[in-house]
């Protein structure tokens, strides 16, 4: 299979691992060693003899992508996919799922926010079930208090709006089979959101529960961040939006038409009557201007979602491949 990028996976005739380990890098050289550690020692406990470590530096300003050259000279398990700029998180974990070969596949992050030792329990659980996923999610949203309303509130607008249900609390964690990672990276979708994509793919798919830490230093993913994900979310996986716009413009014609019926036979009954009010008039001149624009812009982002498509761009371009 070629990846969603532009260069064709090296044909390996060694054995596929039994384990790949996915994660993507952006500003993560504090954490680099540690998890490094605390993955190998996971992958361990849980009697995993081949295994692979992907990491997808996704354009790291930082020297993170140094940290794993080095790491590599100690540990040939260590694969690294350099992209060729930060593509950004959902794109880089396609990278490395694109790039990893194991029968068996987890994504975590390496910001040990979830610590690796929960791995043994995520392969206990996979095997248990027979499910070909097996999700983190969390008991309570951790952080701040803008931060755990502001994740309920994104989970929330997007189930509602959305017709594929992803739990409220869910983790980038996740253990997955082969056959499934197959079918979602055959999907071929531009505008990536891969919560949505994940639970839209099928399959069985099973949640633990997984204590999820406060990240040392400030999150990566800021308000501005947070709300464009929301945007790329609704309009790659709902229409809902274009509903309600079309519902709320049939509703302004239907009062638009009412209250002209009123007037007519207004002026009819009273023709001494003179209809005035210019502040009035210069109000709903200046609401509807912004319904209007409103109207547009919803349909620009359908519109922008359907341009990139089309371009059919690669989701990513890698720079070099440290296999």
């Not at 593509?87 to 690796?116: Q, Y």
């Not at 980038?172 to 197959?182: A, F, I, W």
């Not at 979708?189 to 994940?198: A, C, E, Q, T």
């Not at 501005?224 to 790659?236: G, I, P």
Request: aromatic share 8%; proline share 4%; hydrophobic share 45%.
């Amino acid at each position: 299979m070629l990846t969603p990028g532009t260069t064709p996976l090296r044909e390996s005739t060694a054995p596929a691992p039994q384990l790949s380990i996915v994660t993507s890098v952006y500003r993560s050289e504090q954490f680099i060693p540690r998890f490094i550690d605390e993955m190998v020692a996971a992958i361990g406990e849980a009697g995993i003899e081949r295994y692979e470590l992907v990491f997808v530096n996704d354009g790291s300003p930082d020297e993170s992508l140094q940290h794993l050259i080095h790491a590599r000279g100690a540990n040939a398990s260590i694969k690294i996919v350099d992209l060729s700029r930060n593509f950004g998180h959902h794109k880089a974990v396609m990278a490395g799922l694109a790039h990893a070969r194991g029968h068996l596949l987890f994504i975590i992050d390496c910001d040990l926010e979830v610590r690796p030792g929960v791995l043994p329990h995520f392969l206990e659980t996979l095997r248990g079930t027979g499910a070909d996923v097996v999700y983190g999610i969390q008991a309570r949203r951790k952080g701040a208090w803008v931060e755990r309303v502001g994740g309920a509130v994104f989970w929330r607008l997007f189930n509602r709006l959305s017709d594929t249900k992803v739990p409220a609390n869910v983790l980038s964690e996740r253990l997955m089979t082969r056959r499934y990672v197959d079918a979602l990276l055959s999907l071929g979708d531009r505008n990536v959101f891969l919560g949505g994509m994940m639970y839209w793919s099928g399959f069985r798919q099973v949640a633990v529960v997984v204590e999820k830490t406060q990240r040392e230093n400030a999150s990566t993913y800021s308000l501005r961040k947070r709300f464009a994900l929301l945007m790329e979310a609704v309009t790659s996986f709902s229409t809902v939006p274009l509903k309600m716009v079309l519902a709320g413009g049939l509703g302004i014609t239907l009062c638009a038409g009412v209250a002209g019926i009123a007037l007519v036979i207004r002026k009819l009954l009273h023709p001494e009557a003179v209809l005035t009010g210019f502040t009035s008039l210069m109000l709903v001149i200046i609401g509807m201007s912004g319904i209007i624009i409103t109207v547009l812009g919803v349909i620009g982002l359908y519109i922008s979602r359907i341009y990139t498509q089309t371009q059919n761009r690669p989701l990513f371009i890698v720079r070099e491949f440290h296999d």
